[in-house]
Each structure stands twice: as C-alpha cells, then as structure tokens.
C-alpha cells in the first residue's frame, strides 16, 4: 500500500531560525512528489520534484529529492511568522496523490 | 478566474441526514476530487473522476457517493450522514493527458454530523 511519511508532525522555532521538513515515501510507479503549504483553508501549491538532486527554489523555500533512498526535504531559512502553517507533502502514483499527515510549523516572534 | 469553489463553506447535519457538497472549476481541468482531512490524518481521497463521465473510488469511498455533472462540476453526496463523517471536504481539480500535473485546492467545506 501506497505510504508517505512526514517527520515531524510539529515544529515550533523563533523568527529567524532555519528548519528543515521530511518526508519519506514508498509508491508504487513515482510520478512526482509535491509540497503543499496550509493555512486556515485550502493547501497552496509549493514545488513539484521529479528528478533526483535538483533543487527547485523560491525565495526562503527550498526542496530537493532524493530518489533512491525515497525522501524529500524542503528547508525553510530566515523563517518569518507567516510561515506559520501546516506543510503537506504528497506524493503521485499511477494516477492519485497520497498525502502525508503534515508536519504543522509555528513560528514564535 | 474563480478557480476551485465549494460550497457550503460550513453545514451541520444531524446522523441520517443527507446532503450533497457541490464543487466547479473555471480552469477546463479534467481530473477532480474528492478529499477529507481528519486531524493528524492528511487528506485522504474519497473518490476522484479523471475525466468527463468516469467515476473512482479513492482510499475512503465508504459511505458517499459522486456524480461528475460535466467538466467543470463534480458533487459528492453523503445519503446518511454518521458523526464518523465530521471531517473538512476539500475538492481538487488538475489537468491530465500530461504526465505531471498539480492539484488545485476549493476552499473546503466543514461538515459537522451530530
């Protein structure tokens, strides 16, 4: 059965500070794998990885991918207080997405 | 361009009630979904239509039902609501024919069974 994985589950730092997030995954047929980031209503898309080893960037975000040991990170440097969301990491199979639980990010002033 | 909508925003049904959560999009997507998001669950797919006309189940069909209307709509109905059901119903839609696409999320529903 399709699985993904985020670690951790919560994650409280100070303004400033750089924080990573996991996500772990086992599907069957990789297509892509996609950050979503979630504030009070619907998921926003972030980035999209296909390829192993390349970084895709925007701003303060960053994520890479690692296809063979099947994992993601997406790192967050000079984290300001409206990063403060949930981050969901979903990955495409054959032909659906499978979310992770989400990791939810709190960013103390 | 409105994207994704959903409505209602909020509904609060009593156990065996039914009703029908609506959803369109203005952005000639093929593929649509349906999704439910528990605390410390994720989202979970309850059924998705990946184009015009074709119907699946997802990971969690038990206990709804969906009709792809046309292109752009794509309702899910619950025919007796249980307080299992409480839960915020997200719709979804993406092109498809290409082999990597994004989701586009509604702004969900949050359904409250008594």
């Known amino acids: 059965e399709d699985k993904v994985v985020q670690s951790p589950l919560s994650l409280v730092v100070h303004e400033g500070d750089t924080v990573t997030l996991n996500c772990s995954y086992e599907?069957?047929?990789?297509?892509?794998l996609l950050w979503y980031k979630q504030e009070k209503k619907a998921p926003t898309f972030l980035f999209m990885l296909?390829?192993?080893?390349i970084e895709k960037k925007s701003g303060r975000l960053s994520s890479i991918l690692d296809k063979k040991e099947l994992f993601s990170i997406l790192n967050i440097t000079a984290t300001q207080t409206g990063d403060s969301a949930v981050y969901l990491c979903?990955?495409?199979?054959?032909?659906?997405?499978?979310f992770g639980q989400g990791t939810r990010l709190t960013i103390n002033p | 361009n409105a994207g994704v909508t959903q409505t209602p925003k909020f509904q609060v049904l009593k156990t065996g009630q039914s009703m029908t959560l609506q959803c369109a999009q203005d952005?000639?997507?093929?593929?649509m979904y349906w999704y439910r998001q528990d605390p410390g669950m994720g989202l979970r797919l309850i059924y998705y239509?990946?184009?015009?006309?074709?119907?699946d189940k997802g990971e969690v069909p038990n206990g709804y039902n969906v009709s792809r209307l046309n292109k752009r709509e794509f309702s899910l109905r619950l025919e007796s609501a249980a307080p299992s059901q409480t839960s915020v119903y997200f719709c979804?839609?993406?092109?498809?024919?290409?082999?990597?696409?994004?989701?586009?999320f509604g702004p969900g529903t949050r359904l409250t069974v008594t």
């Open positions: 979804a839609s993406s092109v498809t024919g290409q082999s990597l696409y994004e989701q586009y």
């Open positions: 599907v069957t047929n990789f297509r892509s």
């Open positions: 296909t390829s192993s080893g």
């Open positions: 979903a990955v495409q199979g054959a032909q659906k997405l499978v």
């Open positions: 952005m000639n997507h093929n593929s």
């Open positions: 239509s990946a184009s015009e006309g074709t119907t």
